[in-house]
Each structure stands twice: as structure tokens, then as C-alpha cells.
């Protein structure tokens, strides 16, 4: 029986409209929001007052392909350190605009660090954690003056952890006198977009311009994302920097992130995100900047870096081969992307397919750029590589990974190199 479609709609929903924020170091500008590519952050987690050891781990996050780095500005020492972090980072060629992160302290460490406040791109000022009572609304108004003074972007990045305790108490109050009243998580919802967007509109009136202005409403439960976010969308019109608040470790982590940031992408809402994992120890920080690129790139949202499409592997793959050799060309290609994007433009587009034996092998291989499908158990020890659906060689003994890399290296020259 022909099955009988009428056209299917395939991809995201149209972005949810938003001003375009302008984050700026030097030559170099990251647009979030308006119609500009949904871009990828990462944080620290490096002593700030450190300069070189963080330094070093924004080179490593900024190489990765973190489009903005924050680090934390917590006391006089880390502020002392950030222009010198600035200073070493353009000394390296990383141009990628920092994002301070203030807590209780910012609105001094702001006045009196000048130059930390001018090293900076951006501020990050969470309106649950910038003081108590009549001091709340002094401190965030200092905040907002150097924002305006130094002409930075802000994001006003409210956590349900940091809630701002007096605005729950207001809403908690009012909710008791509704006839019906709100159950406690939707109070709760209400009181972090509110708090969001309040804050925002101070921010307006104390001069900062609306286009310099970026929220986050962050939760640590998938459905609870899910939900404040989709509101929050509907009641203004800055973007919005989406993330749980704290994902969690290892694969928990990754899942609990690509679920939530993946229904809310899909439905147009979101201008930058980041995946806070908790890194394994000794871990590689960039893990989460990797995912971030990762959840938009399988999504369709924006290319990084070329595709590696493996098989999982069955009772057919008796060997490890199979495996080293999906990690090693994953690896491979991750490490020469930073040169690549800047020699080989449109290299992000390819796809290279590493299959387990020949059920799949040949057929996935010449749908990708390049395929290369192993021998299974039992098959001859020959593996045929296909180029651009059409089979360009047998590869065989014990240096398949390496010879494949080289295959991989020349077409990547061959068709992306800029002199074609
Ligand atoms: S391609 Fe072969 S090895 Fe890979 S999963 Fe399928 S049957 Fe197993």
C-alpha cells in the first residue's frame, strides 16, 4: 500500500522574534538574538584572580568554539586580574568578548575596578543576589550605571536558587488573595519572570538601552525550563540566554540539557546557550561547549564541524577497530577545525560515515562524503572507502585509522581549499 503524504513541515518553527544584542570586544562582534545564529557560551571554572591558569582554559574554551566566555568577578583580586586576563587573551590572538559574572558585590567591585569594568563585553547581574531591601534596588542601580558608562550589554539572569525573596513574598501575598489561588509552582514561575523582566525594565528606565539588555530565567528541572521559558517569550521581546541552571554530571547532565534545550529550540524560543556540566574530575571543561554545538548542530540550527555518522556497533564488530576508528576521526576532525574553518570554508557541511560491516557499511557510505565500512566477522579484512557515493578504494592492514585520516585530509583540500 503507497502511503499518501501531503507535504510535510520538517525543521524548527520559526524563531521567536527578538532585538538583537550587540556584544562587543574590539573588531570582534557576537550578536544574540534578532536573526543572528543561536550562539554558544561557556563558563570558567578557574580561581579568576588566577589571570594565566584562566587565561588558559578561555583559550582552550574559545579554540573549542565558545562564541562568549564568562568568568566570575567575586572579589577585589578577580577583579583585579580580568584586565590582565583581557590583556594576555589579545596577546594570544583570542579575541572572544569575556562576560563578567557578579553576585552581591558587583556594584563595587564595578565602581571601584574601572578597568575591569572596561575589560569586560559583558555583565551578568542576577536581581536576586545584588542586596537586601533599599540596598537592592541602590546596588542594581549601580550595576546599571556602569553598564551604561562603560556602554555594556547586560543579561539579567535570574536563578530559581537566588530568587529575590521579597518578590516571592509580594506574589505569595497577592496569589493568597485570589479567590482561587495559583498552585505554588506556577507562583513560582511568575515570580521568575517577573523578577526578569521587572528588572528589566528598571534597567530601561535608569537609562540602559533596550537593545543591551539579555534575560535568563534558570531551573534546574527539564519540564520546569520548558514551561517558564515559553512564557517568558510571550511577555517581552529580548533574547534569551537558554540553560539549565545545573545539569548534572556526565550523561545525566548532557540528557537532561539536549531535552530541555532541544523542545524549546524546536519551538523558536532561545538566542544562546549554555550547558553547565559538571565537569568529572580532571574532565575536559570544553565537554560543554562541545554538547552545546552538538544539540544545535543535530538539530539543524547551525553547523560547527563536519558530521561523523558511526553505527553502533553489533555482534557483527568482534574487534575494537571499529570503535578507535569513529573516535579517532572524531577527534581528528575536532582538532583541526580551528584551523580548517579558517582555510577550508563550508568543511563544516561534510559528512563522513564509519560503519561496523557490510549490513549498512556500503549504503550509509555513499550518502556521506566520505564512508568507510569496516570488515564485520567473518567478511574479508578489507575495508572500502566511498567518495562522494562512489567507491574510490580499498583500504587494508593494521594502519586503516591513519590512512583514512589522510583520505579525509585530502578531501578536505581538495574540495574546500579556498583556491577552489
Ligand atoms: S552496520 Fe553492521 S556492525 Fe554496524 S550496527 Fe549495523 S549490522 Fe552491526
Same mark, same amino acid.
Given at each position: ?22 556584544? @562587543? ?16 557560551? /561557556? ?22 568554539? /565558545? ?18 586576563? *583581557? ?22 567591585? $564595578? ?10 563585553? &559583558?555583565? *551578568?547581574?542576577?536581581?536576586?543576589? #545584588? +542586596? ?11 550595576? =546599571? ?8 550589554? #547586560?543579561?539579567?539572569? #535570574? ?10 513574598? @509580594? ?5 493568597? @488573595? ?12 511568575? %515570580? ?9 525594565? *528598571?534597567?530601561?528606565? $535608569? ?10 530565567? &534558570? ?28 545539569? +548534572?554530571?556526565? /550523561? ?16 523558536? !524560543?532561545?538566542?544562546?546557550? @549554555? =550547558? ?12 560543554? #561547549? ?34 578507535? $576508528? %569513529? ?6 576532525? *575536532?582538532?583541526?577545525m580551528p584551523i580548517w574553518k579558517e582555510s577550508f570554508p563550508g ?5 563522513? %560515515? ?15 562524503? !566520505?564512508? !568507510? ?8 579484512? %578489507?575495508?572500502?572507502?566511498?567518495i562522494d557515493g562512489e567507491k574510490a578504494m580499498t583500504l587494508r ?19 574546500? +581549499? &579556498?583556491?577552489?
Amino acid at each position: 500500500m503507497l502511503v499518501e503524504l501531503k507535504d510535510i513541515a520538517c525543521g524548527a518553527s520559526q524563531r521567536r522574534v527578538s532585538r538583537a544584542v550587540a556584544i @562587543r570586544h574590539h573588531d570582534r562582534v557576537v550578536v544574540v538574538g534578532g536573526n543572528a545564529p543561536i550562539v554558544v557560551q /561557556s563558563m570558567t571554572n578557574t580561581d579568576t584572580a588566577d589571570a594565566i591558569g584562566t587565561a588558559i582554559q578561555i583559550k582552550e574554551l574559545a579554540r573549542a568554539g /565558545s562564541e562568549l566566555v564568562r568568568i566570575t568577578v567575586n572579589n577585589p583580586e578577580a577583579a583585579r586580574a580580568v584586565p590582565a586576563i *583581557r590583556e594576555q587573551l589579545d596577546r594570544m590572538g583570542i579575541d572572544v568578548p569575556l562576560v563578567g559574572d557578579f553576585h552581591y558585590n558587583g556594584h563595587s567591585l $564595578l565602581k571601584d575596578h574601572p578597568e575591569c569594568a572596561q575589560a569586560l563585553s &559583558k555583565y *551578568r547581574i542576577n536581581p536576586g543576589n #545584588v +542586596g537586601q531591601g533599599a540596598k537592592r534596588d541602590t546596588q542594581f542601580a549601580q550595576m =546599571i550605571e556602569m553598564a551604561c558608562l562603560y556602554q555594556k550589554p #547586560v543579561r539579567i539572569g #535570574v536563578n530559581w536558587g537566588s530568587l529575590d525573596q521579597s518578590l516571592l513574598a @509580594r506574589i505569595m501575598d497577592e496569589n493568597s @488573595r485570589r479567590p482561587i489561588p495559583l498552585s505554588s509552582q506556577t507562583v513560582m514561575y511568575q %515570580a521568575l519572570i517577573t523578577s526578569a523582566i521587572e528588572s528589566a525594565q *528598571r534597567a530601561e528606565e $535608569l537609562g540602559l538601552p533596550g537593545n543591551q539588555i539579555i534575560l535568563s530565567c &534558570k531551573v534546574s528541572g527539564v519540564q520546569d525550563l520548558i514551561s517558564v521559558y515559553r512564557e517568558i517569550g510571550k511577555y517581552c521581546d529580548y533574547p534569551l540566554h537558554l540553560g539549565l541552571t545545573e545539569a +548534572g554530571m556526565g /550523561s545525566k547532565g548532557i540528557v537532561a540539557s539536549t531535552a530541555a534545550l532541544s523542545v524549546l529550540l524546536q519551538e523558536g !524560543i532561545g538566542d544562546t546557550i @549554555r =550547558i553547565s556540566l559538571t565537569p568529572e574530575p580532571g574532565g575536559d571543561r570544553c565537554k560543554e #561547549v562541545f554538547v552545546a554545538q552538538e544539540i544545535l548542530q543535530t538539530m539543524g540550527l547551525r553547523k560547527f564541524m563536519p558530521m561523523v555518522i558511526a553505527c553502533p556497533g553489533c555482534g557483527r564488530t568482534t574487534s575494537t577497530v571499529f570503535q578507535e $576508528l %569513529a573516535d579517532d576521526i572524531q577527534s581528528f576532525l *575536532r582538532e583541526q577545525m580551528p584551523i580548517w574553518k579558517e582555510s577550508f570554508p563550508g568543511v563544516e557541511n561534510m559528512n563522513v %560515515a564509519v560503519m561496523g560491516c557490510i549490513v549498512n557499511g556500503p549504503g550509509e557510505s555513499k550518502h556521506a562524503n !566520505i564512508g !568507510i565500512s569496516l570488515p564485520g566477522t567473518g567478511e574479508s579484512p %578489507a575495508a572500502p572507502v566511498f567518495i562522494d557515493g562512489e567507491k574510490a578504494m580499498t583500504l587494508r592492514g593494521d594502519q586503516i585509522a591513519r590512512d583514512f585520516q589522510k583520505v579525509v585530509l585530502d578531501y578536505v583540500q581538495e574540495r574546500y +581549499g &579556498k583556491a577552489t
